[in-house]
């Protein structure tokens, strides 16, 4: 399998703070690959850099072969690469269809004029963009929840709907960050089985950034922690489990410090 | 039909266009300006260097009022639209406040004295007819995938720029749309009033057309409709207590802000398709609590 | 170079005031992250408080000062509790703290036209008759306390954000309010006393402008020079708003010096557009990529 992401020597510095120091990485195309390490690893800074939320320090992000680390972050995501937030970041005030409608935008083409003056591409597009927006809250279960206003979403679903929003953009990867987060052990595993239908069915790569260890170890076929900034170690969930220096970084030792 | 209410109908209709434009660009794009007094000055200057100066009919000079007013807008957007909300708020002051500065001493326009004996160009007819126009081509905008990214823009900035949306190319065309209107709102003034001076833009006139924008409720074309016809009408109707007329602004800005955010409609449309929206987002919204009330009542047997 | 010095005091006297606007303004700023745009109408306040303790109540000068001080403080502190409070609570987007800013900035502003009025006030005359001359310098009395004054507040201000306990959880809030109200700092209280201090300086700048030009109405439009200032010098940032605030009134004063004096306020607006543009966070700021 090739790989869709390539991260090569990736650094982020805030001020003097290395955020992300050295980091290489690649996500396997059609994969499902983890992202783990304790609080302040710089998991969520590696996600802002993979999305140009932030601007690299230093080395390289290549998405399919093309470098992305100088891009705007609307070009990397209109090139493929969509994400959910750690705290959720919907639009709240917009009922589940205009969140998912909203995120289809790159599916049509019509212009401004086009627009004000609802020129026939604009009735066909927006016809097509509506009943694909339709259709993602059906396979993502929430047609039922069509109307409902993102804020008045229990939690669970507002993490769905969030993926769902994600996918509207036809995405070859997701970057999910900590999608399990305040969920139970039962809505846990069924978000297990919800990320590998969607690797099925939408054919893209998934990195997911998780501290639930059920579903890390679960769904992942492949596993890079980070300590510090640093990466820790890299390999199949098997591997990484039974390395002493994860071990101990989860466990707190103090030599996790000294480990870069 | 009575001169005084037709006074009071075209000047309603002249602030529907500024508040239209305004709408765009708070209610939809979440960017709260206070310069809009200075777009419409350009307007009015424009309109009259091309009316009275070159003598060119007035539907030229509402057009170029409106893309001197844009054009400008481009520029100021350029250097502002990618700060942060606060530095692109104080910006928008220091353009309204710069702009009726420059006015001031400009002397081969009046200074500050102003402009008069400008053509009486404005009819109820033309301004009501500029009026549909705009309500519907703005409208049409913000009811298609560009009104929608809009709005992703004000709802969370950062989660739009993750969908694809290009957030600084739509801060732009909420600008480009609400200067390039409250510029024709402005060439219509000065074509009604038939003399323009640089004091009749100040601050004041831009924090008033914001209030209707609030009052009407935010995210809605017909709240800010309804909130110009009442704003507009009801003091020139109630002109005994003009004195009090901006400490009930003033007041009623805050109350909404606290109290009702939403304004009058906020966030909903008064047309057959918005009403069934609102009806079914009721509908979900209860049938999830009846269905969290069943999941509770389950989880206790 | 008599005349560059007679500008240089003179800017140095105008932008003593301008600071402490400004100041006040950051402070607020950098605890609350919203440009509170009221500040102006707060300054209105105080230059009518000490135009009324005077006049009215006939009291001495220095008590006028803190009367209006303490009046605009209170005042503050009540906006706050009203008004942004329950926003804050709501977790309201910014824009809504903005815009009740403006809404209240407008009902001060009216109410004072309503009630008392929309004419101009003059102080009654404090000080003796004459500038001070220093050689070939002539000082303004009312220059020369405005920087007197200003100096002081200003320097009580920084003592007590250094060296107090309360001054300590100030900064601790403005750098992060979260983590600070973790650590057990009382974070409600740090906002009231936030917004106390910025209105009482806001109040002691209002009665300096009353005496140096006149009361009115709209004299709270003068803070406009605060919001310049605090960008010039990088929003919330103190030291900023005071340097900001320092060289923008000598950059004003020299222009209408040696250039005209129609061009004073327009340069303000031309400073802030430049600086916007080369260079956003202002001389002092940090610059803060927004955290995901």
């Known amino acids: 399998m090739s790989a869709i992401l390539e991260i090569r020597g990736l650094t982020k510095r805030f001020g003097g703070l290395a955020a992300v120091n050295d980091v290489s990485f690649d996500v396997r195309e059609g994969g499902i690959s983890g992202l783990i390490g304790p609080n302040g690893a710089g998991k969520t800074t590696i996600f802002n850099l993979v999305t140009g939320v932030y601007k690299v320090t230093a080395g390289s992000i290549a998405f399919a072969g093309r470098p992305i680390a100088d891009l705007e972050p609307y070009k990397i995501a209109a090139a493929g690469i969509t994400r959910t937030f750690q705290n959720i970041r919907l639009f709240k005030n917009l009922s589940a269809f205009d969140n998912v409608l909203t995120a289809c935008h790159t599916g049509a083409k019509y212009g401004l004029a086009e627009s004000m003056l609802r020129l026939p591409r604009y009735w066909r597009e927006e016809k097509a963009l509506r009943a694909k927006a339709d259709e993602l809250l059906g396979i ?121 | 039909m009575d001169a005084y209410i037709q006074g009071i109908i075209i000047l309603t209709g002249i602030n529907l266009l500024a508040v239209l434009g305004l709408s765009v660009l708070t209610g939809f794009t979440g960017l709260f300006s206070f310069g809009h007094a200075g777009f419409m000055a350009i307007g009015a200057y424009v309109g009259a260097i091309f009316s009275s100066k070159l003598g ?21 957007g350029r250097l502002t639209l990618k700060l942060k909300g606060d530095y ?74 993750m969908a694809g949306v290009n957030v600084f190319r739509y801060k732009m065309i909420a600008l480009f749309v609400s200067a390039a209107l409250a510029g024709m709102a402005g060439a219509f003034m000065g ?13 004041v006139k831009s924090t008033d057309l914001t209030i209707i924008v609030i009052f009407g409720g935010l995210g809605s074309v017909s709240g800010s409709i309804l909130g110009t016809l ?12 003009s004195q009090w007329r901006l400490v009930f602004y003033g007041l009623a800005v805050i109350v909404i802000m606290v109290g009702r955010p939403q304004g009058l409609i906020g966030g909903m449309e008064l047309t057959p398709a918005g009403i069934r929206k609102i009806a079914a987002e009721r509908r979900a919204k209860s049938a999830l609590a009846a269905a969290a009330k069943a999941a509770e009542q389950g989880g206790e047997e | 170079m008599v005349q560059f010095l007679q500008q240089l005091v003179n800017g140095l006297s105008i932008g003593s005031v301008y600071a402490l606007m400004a100041v006040g303004y950051s402070l607020v700023y950098s605890i609350m992250n919203f440009s509170n745009f009221a500040h102006g109408a707060v300054i209105m306040l105080g230059a009518y408080f000490g135009f009324y303790s005077l006049t009215l109540l006939r009291l001495p000068f220095g008590v006028s000062f803190v009367l209006a001080a303490v009046g605009t403080g209170l005042v503050a502190v009540l906006l706050e509790r009203l008004a942004y409070k329950p926003l804050r609570e709501r977790r309201a987007p910014f824009l809504y703290f903005i815009i009740t800013a403006m809404g209240a900035s407008i009902f001060i502003e009216n109410l004072v036209v309503a009630t008392i009025g929309p004419t101009y006030k003059t102080y009654p005359a404090v000080f003796g008759q004459g500038p001070i001359q220093l050689g070939a310098l002539s000082i303004g009395r009312i220059d020369l306390t405005m920087f007197v004054v200003s100096a002081i507040s200003l320097t009580a201000l920084m003592i007590f954000i250094d060296r107090t306990k309360m001054g300590k959880a100030i900064q601790a809030s403005a750098y992060n309010m979260k983590a600070s109200a973790l650590m057990g700092i009382n974070t409600d209280r740090v906002i009231i006393i936030v917004f106390a201090l910025g209105g009482a300086l806001a109040g002691v700048a209002g009665v300096l402008f009353g005496m140096k030009y006149l009361v009115y109405p709209q004299i709270g439009n003068i803070t406009n020079k605060s919001f310049i200032a605090a960008v010039f010098g990088g929003l919330g940032s103190l030291p900023g708003a005071l340097i900001g605030s320092v060289l923008l009134a000598l950059i004003e004063t020299f222009v209408s010096g040696y250039l005209s004096s129609q061009y004073r306020d327009l340069i303000g607006f031309v400073i802030l557009i430049a600086m916007l543009v080369v260079r956003p966070t202002g001389i002092m700021g940090k610059s803060a990529e927004d955290k995901a």
């Open chain 2, 191 to 203: 074509h009604y009033m038939t003399y323009i001076t640089p004091k009749l833009f100040n601050m």
């Open chain 2, 56 to 76: 060119l009919p007035f539907a030229a000079a509402i057009v170029a009022a409106a893309a001197g007013a844009g054009a400008v807008s481009v520029l100021i």
């Open chain 1, 140 to 260: 993502m279960g929430l047609a039922d929840r069509r109307d409902v206003t993102a804020n008045n979403l229990p939690y669970g679903l507002q993490r769905r709907l969030e993926i769902t929003r994600a996918l509207a953009l036809g995405p070859k990867l997701l970057l999910l960050d900590e999608p399990a987060a305040g969920m139970n052990p039962d809505e846990t595993e069924q978000l297990m089985r919800l990320i590998g239908k969607i690797r099925d069915d939408f054919r893209l790569s998934v990195l997911v950034i998780e501290h639930h260890m059920d579903l890390i170890m679960g769904v992942c076929e492949h596993i890079h922690v980070l300590n510090f900034g640093c990466t820790l170690a890299d390999g199949s969930p098997g591997d990484v489990a039974n390395d002493p220096k994860v071990v101990e970084a989860y466990l707190g030792s103090e030599e996790g410090k000294k480990s870069c």
């Open chain 2, 88 to 161: 692109f708020c104080i910006a928008t002051l220091g353009f309204g406040e710069a702009i009726r500065l420059i006015l001031n001493n400009w002397k081969w326009a009046g200074g500050a004295r102003g402009w008069d004996n400008l053509p009486a160009s404005v009819t109820i007819w033309n301004v009501l007819i500029v009026d549909a126009i705009a309500v519907v081509l703005v409208w049409n905008l913000l009811n298609s995938r560009h009104g929608r990214n809009m709005v992703a823009v004000r709802e969370e900035e950062l989660a739009a720029q």
């Open chain 2, 230 to 241: 009442l704003l507009t009408a009801l003091p020139e109707i109630f002109r005994a207590f």
